[in-house]
């Protein structure tokens, strides 16, 4: 239940929800439709390691119903704050990342979103449209980010039109609201000590990687190097049919200290831009 005084809505339930128990139940909805990622969790567990969680990432559209402040509200009643914000030009993606006020092993936060505004009316309407089948109180739900696709069926015909001009605004109509990806923390990893030895393990055991930009994107000199793997295949019962989609990927992500000693804990543009294509169905096609 959401209070409301004057304009400021309290997260109530959120807040006692804990932080915890938040990103369990967002564990819980990533891992059904990207089993993928359990099964990795529970390799590095049988060698001998305890995961820890880098960060988590949330796509979105700039609808002001559900857009980066509307999906960043539990967050910020959790004690997060906004850090900083990266731009997508070709893309046409804003994004922003969010910390943990007091808790620094707290998992980052990315949160981006679709700029509609720069695409064509056409793909404006069909966004605008299928946001306006959801009843609008469940914009205001607390929860929001656990709801996944919170509109019915999608079309496929719908689909493939919005696949023509963005790969994301096609993942987000099917996808919906869900933690779009968690993230291994390498550097807390016993038996790893680098991500080249993470991406060899991967593969050995059967995981295709992103390699778009290269399997490895960032360096040292950026004080944060990342992949991740392709995103899982599930079957999506559209209007018209049923087909296999993309839905979440796992994340890999070392980070290094600066000339200070401070661990780097921003985002890189240019790795991120690669990163988005890990749910790209062409990528899968192309390696399969
Ligand atoms: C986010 C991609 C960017 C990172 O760590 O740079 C990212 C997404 O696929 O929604 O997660
Ligand atoms: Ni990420």
New binding site residues.
Partial sequence: MIVKTNNFVAYKNIIKMNLTYFFEELWKQYTEKTPSAQKIKTLFETEGNTVFND?I???TFNDPRVNIDVLAKPFIALGYEFKEEYFFKAKKLY?KHFEHKSDPNAPKI?I?ELLLEEFSVELRDIVKGVLGTVDPKIFLEEDLILKGRIWSNPSFDIYQKLLSASE?AAWMYVNGFCS??F?VDVNKLDTFENLPQVNDFLKENGFKMNISGGEI?GSPSQLLE?SSILADIVTVKFEENVKEITSC?Y?F?YRYKNADGITFNG??AD??DK??E??DMRQQNEQS
């Fill in positions: 960060h990432a949330i796509r994004a990315f981006s994301y779009n990806h993230t994107k990342q990927y994340e992500s985002f890189i790795s991120a990163i988005f890990s749910t």
